[in-house]
């Protein structure tokens, strides 16, 4: 079964807009969500990381908010460029810090 | 993506034939973690190397696939007689113990 889902498949967004793409979980056991980012051709890249011992974290134009009691968190990107564009992927891990349970990934577009 | 590299980048095989994938990470990170991806899909946790140890294999299919990380030399991840399903991208991800891995750039395998 899907651990982690994510939603949705595909985002257009203009230039300057906020791109927000969401995942749900079931195992409350998980303690690391972060998500990657990934280009065409490219492996995935950390992009930012949250505990849930806080509801959100912002680095730059990119906020995670998350919402234990819900079991949800999501990736908001602020002022979102061209350069943006690619997939992105939620994960989840349980102690150890690099065994993950990935989202399904959305392709966000983002139009000059 | 920190030094870590896999080759080959492309790697086509006939059914039935063995594909060998290989993961050199930096020198000094001895955590090696094997995803793979199916097309239009979200990475799939495969198994977690030590230095000659195979820690978690839990994500390993059981027949036909195998993975090392031997004391010198690159991880390598073996399939067996492979057929059409076991195109994907194979990533892996290297590091040190309870640091973010970095993840390289992938070998895209197709099964002809």
């Known amino acids: 079964q899907q651990q982690v889902k994510q939603s949705p498949q595909s985002l257009i967004v203009q230039k300057g807009g906020i791109s927000i793409i969401n995942c749900a979980y079931e195992?409350?056991?998980?303690?690391?969500f972060p998500w990657y980012q990934q280009f065409p051709g490219k492996g995935p890249a950390l992009l930012i990381a949250?505990?849930?011992?806080?509801s959100e974290k912002k680095e730059g134009r990119f906020t995670i908010s998350f919402n234990k009691s819900a079991k949800q968190f999501s990736l908001h990107i602020m002022d979102s460029q061209p350069g943006d564009s690619a997939t992105y992927f939620c994960?989840?891990?349980?102690?150890?810090?690099?065994?993950?349970?990935f989202g399904s990934g959305t392709k966000l577009n983002v139009k000059p | 993506n920190a030094g870590v590299m896999q080759n080959p980048r492309h790697l086509v095989r006939r059914r039935g034939q063995e594909a060998r994938l290989r993961c050199s990470p930096m020198?000094?990170?001895?955590?090696v973690y094997w995803y793979r991806q199916l097309p239009e899909e979200g990475l799939k946790f495969m198994v977690y190397?030590?230095?000659?140890?195979?820690?978690?294999e839990s994500g390993m299919p059981k027949e036909r696939f195998s993975a090392e990380f031997p004391k010198e030399g690159p991880s390598i991840l073996r399939i067996q007689q492979v057929v059409r399903g076991d195109s994907a991208a194979y990533f892996c991800?290297?590091?040190?113990?309870?640091?973010?891995?970095?993840f390289g750039q992938g070998t895209r395998l197709t099964v002809v």
């Open positions: 190397l030590q230095k000659e140890n195979i820690i978690d």
């Open positions: 020198k000094g990170h001895s955590h």
């Open positions: 991800a290297a590091g040190l113990m309870n640091t973010e891995a970095f």
């Open positions: 949250i505990r849930p011992d806080v």
């Open positions: 195992n409350t056991a998980f303690d690391y």
């Open positions: 994960a989840a891990s349980i102690g150890n810090f690099n065994k993950f349970y």
